[in-house]
């Protein structure tokens, strides 16, 4: 799952707010969204007997770490 532009924002505010959070925490956050995201759209189209199209994928890069 690619980083959206809102989640950027988000991670951007969490990184540098004034009450420090470890990054880690962060860090871990982002990705169970991430994950969670996925999850979530896979079941849709499957409740739906959809496949996802494969040819739709956005052009970002994935996050990597």
Partial sequence: MYL???EIRRLITRL???????????LHWSTWRRR????ARTNHYK???????LG?????APLQH
Avoid: D, F, N
């Fill in 4 to 6: 959206s532009l809102a």
């Fill in 16 to 26: 540098t707010h004034r009450r420090p959070t470890p990054v880690e925490h962060i």
């Fill in 36 to 39: 969670r995201q996925h999850q």
């Fill in 47 to 53: 409740r739906r007997g959809h496949s996802p199209r």
């Fill in 56 to 60: 739709q994928q956005s052009r970002q």
